[in-house]
């Protein structure tokens, strides 16, 4: 098995910002039907010892994450005083919201417990270029706690090749890749599990398996049974209503070939506006403000227009 702003948005983001201290998780409670949009944007003042890194664990966000909300702060050294944005305000993924939900854009992971109102939402770190992640449909199919890990051949030959060979069999402990807990999926070889390299969560490092920090993959261990439908997609640009106005959350596009073109970026977020058969017909857009969204990039939800006006088929489209 494999180890797996532009002006706008950021005072959008400011205006909203909550100071608070690190949560064990981040829970929310499900939105009535027709909102989509839950949690706040934060704001902490970075202290000398601060990192990215260190600060994305405190608050169960991913590596990457952090450096799209805050760009122009050195993310291992931000100097202190500086006010670093919290990215904890989420559109919920497309589709059902059962079981558990991958967005591979947005390096998350969502869980919705059957028969309670809520969502948990985890950072996760998934498969670099040349192993990339899948999008599939699935389920779990097992849990093991302590798991030892049986490097496959193709791992095994690329760290030989490097200088770095593998045993056979690694057992149980800080050393392990998996770190102490593993889910499987119904896909031969891929794998949810924790990790002995925190850094790489919200990254692309693994060989195309789902890693948690350690303690949310523990935490995930005591209520997530054999059997839970797991949804794995990605869509970097997810649409939300909220309050009566229509969000657009944008995320860098995976792509291992290199940055889509505006054109594609631009056809891509029309796309996923049409997906929302709830949407279609009955919303305006700003077509301005979605290019400023779509060039930041930042993962921070944004007003773009309101559920009311011309059908989005015919709204006039500015070329980026």
């Given amino acids: 098995m494999l180890p797996c702003f532009p002006a706008f948005s950021r005072c959008l983001s400011l205006a909203a910002a909550l100071v608070a201290g690190p949560a064990a998780a981040l829970e929310f409670p499900l939105p009535p039907a027709g909102e989509d949009v839950v949690g706040q944007v934060q704001t902490v003042t970075a202290k000398y ?3 990215f890194a260190d600060l994305a664990q405190a608050y169960d966000l991913g590596y990457n994450e952090m450096l799209a909300a805050n760009p122009g702060v050195d993310a291992w050294l931000p100097k202190p005083g500086t006010e670093i944005v919290l990215p904890t305000r989420f559109i919920l993924p497309p589709g059902p919201r059962t079981g ?10 969502y869980y919705y417990p059957k028969g309670e109102d809520v ?17 599939a449909t699935t ?14 051949a193709s791992v095994k030959a690329e760290h030989a090749a490097d200088g ?11 050393d392990n890749p998996l770190g102490p807990y593993k889910f499987g999926l119904g896909l031969p070889g891929y ?8 850094f790489g969560i919200g990254t692309r490092t693994s060989h195309g398996c789902f890693r948690m920090y350690n303690e949310n993959v523990l935490e995930l261990s005591t209520m997530v049974p054999v059997g839970t439908p797991v949804r794995i997609i990605n869509e970097p640009y997810k649409f939300g209503v909220s309050a009566g106005q229509v969000y ?15 054109e594609d970026k631009h056809t891509a977020v029309v796309n996923a506006l049409v997906n ?5 017909g009955v919303v305006s857009v700003d077509w301005d403000r979605v290019r400023d969204v779509i060039g930041a990039e930042d993962g921070l939800p944004v007003v773009i227009g309101a559920p009311s006006g011309p059908a989005v088929t015919t709204a006039p489209v500015t070329p980026f």
């Fill in 49 to 51: 010892e601060d990192t």
């Fill in 100 to 109: 558990i939900v991958i967005n591979l854009a947005e390096y998350r992971l």
């Fill in 119 to 135: 969502v948990r939402t985890y950072p996760l770190g998934i498969g670099r270029e040349g192993w990339g992640s899948p999008v």
């Fill in 139 to 152: 389920k779990i199919i097992s849990k093991v706690a302590n798991p030892s890990w049986t490097p496959p």
């Fill in 164 to 174: 770095d060979p593998l045993p056979n069999v690694v057992p149980p402990g800080p």
């Fill in 191 to 198: 794998l949810i599990h924790g990790s002995n390299k925190k």
């Fill in 248 to 262: 657009l959350e944008a995320h860098t596009p995976l792509d291992a070939e290199g940055d889509p073109s505006r």
């Fill in 276 to 280: 929302r058969k709830d949407l279609t």
